[in-house]
């Protein structure tokens, strides 16, 4: 069925004719070539890759990157294009956002002019595709205890490590991998087939299935001096990277509440209970839907706002905190309303709920937990940085095992 989309107070009148224009193409998009497949790849636990060329002729890698050919979109387009791809689904978006927030903007933001023109054109049509390795398996929300390490060897770097968790990692040509070297952390391009360089697919996810999540591994992996980020001065250049992934995931979190709340609304009004009546006309009902509406709407005027901001300048990585944790935590709430809503229908893949529902536990934990947003918001009103628990007392103590320094 065809999205009509969600809009309970004139949202529409504060985009622009653009604006609507793309949201509308990429809606279009997300109708016709999205969810006549998406069920069957979370069932078969893939990345629909075949959708790649078109989304790269649509210019949705790096929509709001400038030069190299790139679109140079404002940022509530780009919003809306994540909103939309995350209405098809969270794996999708997270494709699109590992592309363009995580690969092309480092490469666009740190790069030097070699790197830049070699990978930006292939990557925004999609001909390349690219991973960011900054998670370990011992290193989630503490990146900066990374062991990652890359030792400096005549003309070459050498990496040893491994990474985890990494979205597109066995699909990528090119990895952007964050490890520590003597002068602190630093950004490294490593390439498809580099000696030294594996990657494996990690397997048994409920969640996200129609995305690639990896592992990689280095070992005594030896790349061009050239291939470092030149201007990745410390771990603050990957948080950055971090930052522009999270604004598009606020957007995204709305497209997942969206898609949840349509489906319950149509389906509340057809499902007919006791005495021949729509269960829509249930108070019990309408306050859930009245629950979804009113925080759609406003996360929808959070992540607006948020994007006025980005596109002047003036967006601080608190702000974008507040967007990613609230929107996605609506987009959880939704899901779990709506499956409600739909009863035993809400457990199967007639429907799309069940399916926003489990993506969403991912999305909730990546790219910094919902807690730890609440720990970034709490440093900034308050001026106390809470990441770090004072360590227990070594007698006291029944495990061993300190909380790890802070993520921000
Ligand atoms: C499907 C998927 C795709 C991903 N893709 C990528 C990718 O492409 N690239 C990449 O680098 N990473 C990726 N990740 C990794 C992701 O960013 C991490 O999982 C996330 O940062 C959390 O780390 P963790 O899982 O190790 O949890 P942990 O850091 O171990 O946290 C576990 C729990 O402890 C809580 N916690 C931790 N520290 C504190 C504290 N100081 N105070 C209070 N609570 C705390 C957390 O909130 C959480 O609830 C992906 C993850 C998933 C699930």
């Known amino acids: 069925m065809k999205f009509p989309g969600v809009d309970y107070m004139e949202f529409d009148s504060l985009l622009d004719d653009e604006q609507r224009m793309v949201r509308d193409t ?3 998009f997300v109708d016709e070539m999205v969810s006549p497949i998406i069920e069957e790849c979370h069932e078969q636990c893939r990345t629909p890759l075949e959708l790649v060329p078109q989304m790269g002729e649509m210019g949705l890698f790096g929509a709001n990157l400038t030069g190299y050919g790139l679109p140079g979109l404002d940022n509530v387009s780009y919003g809306l294009i994540m909103q939309e791809l995350e209405r098809g689904d969270s794996g999708l978006r997270s494709f699109v956002s590992v592309q363009g927030a995580l690969c092309m903007y480092p490469i666009w933001a740190f790069g030097s002019e070699d790197q830049k023109q070699r990978w930006l054109p292939p990557m925004a049509t999609g001909e390349a595709i690219g991973c960011f390795g900054l998670t370990e398996p011992d290193f989630g929300s503490n990146p900066g205890g990374m062991r990652t390490t890359a030792r400096r060897e005549g003309e070459e770097w050498v990496l040893d490590g491994s990474k ?3 979205t597109n990692g066995t699909l990528a040509d090119v990895a952007i991998v964050w490890a520590k070297t003597d002068e602190g952390v630093r950004g490294f391009l490593v390439e498809k087939g580099t000696p030294g360089y594996t990657s494996s697919d990690q397997h048994g996810k409920f969640s996200l299935r129609a995305s690639t999540t990896s ?5 005594n992996c030896r790349i061009p001096a050239e291939n470092m980020l030149p201007k990745t001065v410390g771990l603050k250049n990957a948080l950055m990277c971090l930052n ?9 979190g709305l497209g997942a509440a969206m898609d949840c709340y349509h489906t319950a609304l149509e389906y509340s009004k057809e499902r007919i209970q006791f005495d021949g009546q729509p269960i829509a006309c249930h108070q019990l009902v309408q306050d859930k839907l009245t629950w979804m509406i009113t925080e759609i709407t406003k996360g929808q005027l959070l992540a607006y706002q ?6 002047s300048g003036k967006l601080q990585h608190f702000h974008v905190s507040m967007g990613k944790r609230n929107n996605v935590w ?3 709430e939704s899901a779990k309303l709506a499956r409600e809503i739909l009863g035993a229908n809400g457990i199967v893949n007639d429907y799309p709920v069940i399916r926003h529902m489990l993506n969403i536990e ?3 934990t990546y790219e910094g937990t919902h807690d730890i947003h609440g720990l970034v918001i709490g440093a900034e009103v308050t001026g106390v940085p809470a990441f770090n628990a004072p360590r227990i007392p070594e007698k006291k103590a029944k495990s061993p095992t300190p909380v790890g320094s802070a993520a921000e």
């Open 26 to 28: 990429v809606r279009q």
């Open 164 to 166: 985890q968790w990494i």
């Open 215 to 219: 592992e990689l591994g280095f070992s």
């Open 244 to 252: 522009q992934a999270r604004y598009g995931i606020a957007w995204g």
């Open 306 to 311: 948020m994007g006025q901001l980005k596109d």
């Open 330 to 332: 609506v987009a959880r």
């Open 362 to 364: 991912s999305v909730y």
